[in-house]
């Protein structure tokens, strides 16, 4: 790569510095989309993204509301028996006793379609009672395939340029597998985390794992590429023994 023509330096120069743009933007977007909304609501690293696959089974739409925003709404003889309701499997039977809550405390309100969530009738309560199950499956689908086709055309960009540096053998044969180990462990530990939710930390890894190997390969490169060979020489440690 030392001896690379212009031309050659300029098209590896090009596909480095639009490749570092994208992955600190998507470094961006993950912490805006999934880390720092997650991170408001008092959740560390790990339980965010188990919340986003395996979702929050330990309560449902309505209880959450009924036990914060809109606990002002119900008394506690009336939660008492919302909560008798949902843990009898709020069923259509037992919907005759919580009616009048509704209608007296909370169709006022919830009478339109949209958002706030209509509340006038047995279903649309029901609807409010679903677990929150996390990411749906056709959604994991269509994001499986399009990480999986995508963000390995990208690794294949950057490892076909630092397979050509001059580091240690070895290193580079690590440092070039990372990622596209990383990428599927990451994505095969969406699916079951969906299942399990202990396996979120799976999902860290992998990305974890794909970010250090793309860092790695992607300052690598760029030193071989841009630094003076005088500041190189000093990594003897990352250079083959002969050299
Ligand atoms: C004074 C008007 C008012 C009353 C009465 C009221 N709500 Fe609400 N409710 C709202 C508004 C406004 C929102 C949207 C608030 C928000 O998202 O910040 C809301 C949101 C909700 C949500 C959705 C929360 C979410 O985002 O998941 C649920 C569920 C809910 N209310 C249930 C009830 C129930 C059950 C009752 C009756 C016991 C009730 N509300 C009574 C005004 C009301």
């Keep these: 790569m030392r001896n690379y023509k212009l031309s ?16 600190f933007l998507a470094f961006v977007y993950l912490y805006a989309s999934e880390i720092q909304p997650h991170h408001q609501k008092g959740q560390d690293l ?13 309560t449902n739409r309505l209880e959450s509301a009924l036990h ?26 037992g919907y005759a006793e919580v009616a009048p809550i509704v209608t007296e405390n909370c169709a ?21 009672v679903q677990y929150d199950t996390g990411v749906e499956i ?20 950057l490892g076909s340029f630092f397979v050509r540096t001059r580091w240690r053998e070895g290193l580079k044969a690590v440092l070039v597998a990372m990622p596209f180990f990383g990428v599927l462990f990451d994505i095969a530990h969406w699916w079951i985390t969906k299942r ?5 930390l799976g999902i860290i890894f992998g990305g974890a794992t794909m970010g ?8 690598l490169t760029a030193a071989e590429l841009w630094l003076p060979e005088r500041i190189v020489v000093h ?5 083959p023994k002969s050299e």
């Design 8 to 23: 050659e330096k300029v098209f590896a120069s090009a596909v480095l510095i639009v490749l570092g743009i994208g992955f």
């Design 46 to 58: 790990l339980k965010g993204v188990a919340t986003t696959y395996y979702g929050d089974r330990s």
């Design 68 to 93: 914060g925003k809109m606990a002002e709404n119900v008394s506690h003889e009336e939660l008492a028996k919302i909560h008798t309701w949902i843990q009898g499997g709020a069923t259509k039977a």
């Design 108 to 128: 006022t309100c919830h009478d339109a379609a949209g958002d706030p969530p209509q509340i006038t009738n047995f279903e649309q309560l029901h609807g409010l």
């Design 138 to 157: 056709h959604t994991l689908a269509r994001m499986s395939h399009v990480h999986l086709l995508g963000i390995p055309l990208l690794f294949f960009m």
């Design 196 to 200: 399990y939710e202990s396996a979120a």
């Design 212 to 219: 250090l190997g793309f860092a790695g390969q992607w300052w």
């Design 235 to 239: 990594w003897r440690w990352l250079l």
